[in-house]
């Protein structure tokens, strides 16, 4: 299971899948990465997963994640959740 995370300041927004339970990462780990990027100021569009499998988070975020990456390459600002984080 994953722990801990080493993080360097960001110069692009993100959109993070948390898969809610996640076997795989422990959902602390998740929350301390978004509340630390939000304290950086970074813009961080978080997207929670409940009842979806760590191995399927990609599958199920897929159509978000493709039409966020649309709107990056559109110009339109990317959204935060910052605010609203864990």
Do not use: N
Request: proline fraction near 7%; hydrophobic fraction near 55%; charge should be negative.
């Amino acid at each position: 299971m994953i722990t801990a995370i080493v993080l360097a300041a960001l110069v692009v927004a993100v959109i993070v899948g948390w898969a809610i339970p996640d076997p795989i990462v422990a959902s602390d780990v998740t929350a301390r990465l978004v509340d630390k990027l939000c304290a950086e100021g970074d813009t961080v569009d978080l997207r929670v997963l409940k009842g979806t499998a760590h191995l399927d988070t990609g599958h199920v975020a897929l159509p978000d994640v493709v039409q966020w990456i649309a709107d990056r390459f559109a110009g339109k600002p990317a959204p935060t959740t910052c605010a609203l984080a864990p």
